[in-house]
């Protein structure tokens, strides 16, 4: 772990990417999606601390894919807390009767990428965050498998999370009170990706959920 900053690395699949730039450009490395709202809050709330935030999200990923880079991705660059939000695209792949969506790992693959976390960073908060979807664009088509496919991995997290001490961020439910005040496709344009309100209620119930249970990111006031 750093002893001058504390680390929070942000991993998922292109919802975490958000374009993020793949050089040290601090215009865009971080990318536009919620850890650049998160990490604007906490910045600027929390700017004594030096806080340093990284963005490893990669489009297109599944759990089967982070696990792969984990020791690149995740591991090397020492985090003191790692967010993990992924699962529409190991969905995805069943859905659409991919190759890689043959056999379900999506739990074991999980399993594993957190069994080797507690091993090599057995001090790192662990925070899982809810896969979701809204009824628009793809999954609108085939939407009673999508919902169930989801709700499947939802319960997943939620029960990884319970099992490995690590804190739960709840999204589905934000989606589904949000599209009661504005139409599904307002919040997440294609059913998957986030627009840029999606990822504000994104980075809202992140901060709200995680900063009661992380004292280093709470503040001292």
């Excluded at 991919?98 to 957190?114: I, K």
């Excluded at 999954?139 to 709700?151: D, K, L, V």
């Excluded at 589905?172 to 990822?199: K, M």
Aim: contains cysteine.
């Amino acid at each position: 772990m750093s002893a001058t900053r504390y680390t929070v690395l942000f991993q998922g699949d292109s919802i975490t990417d958000g374009g993020r730039g793949r050089s040290e450009d601090l215009n865009h490395i971080l990318g536009h999606s919620y850890p650049f709202l998160v990490a604007t809050r906490l910045g600027a709330d929390l700017a004594e601390r030096g806080l340093h935030f990284v963005n490893r999200g990669i489009s297109g990923n599944r759990l089967s894919d982070l696990y792969a880079r984990w020791n690149e991705d995740a591991f090397a660059v020492r985090p003191d807390l790692i967010s993990i939000l992924a699962g529409v695209n190991d969905v995805w792949f069943r859905m659409h009767g991919q190759p890689g969506g043959v056999t379900d790992r999506f739990e074991r693959t999980y399993r594993h990428l957190l069994d080797e976390t507690r091993e090599v960073l057995p001090n790192a908060r662990l925070v899982l965050c809810e896969p979701f979807l809204l009824k628009v664009g793809g999954p609108a088509e085939r939407w009673e498998e999508w919902r169930t496919a989801i709700a499947d991995y939802q319960a997943k997290v939620r029960e990884l999370a319970l099992q490995y001490g690590a804190i739960f961020v709840p999204l589905q439910e934000v989606f589904d009170r949000a599209s009661e005040r504005a139409e599904a496709s307002y919040w997440i344009w294609d059913g998957v990706h986030p627009t840029a309100a999606g990822h504000q209620l994104i980075a809202d119930q992140w901060l709200a959920v995680v900063r009661k249970d992380v004292p280093e990111l709470c503040s001292s006031d």
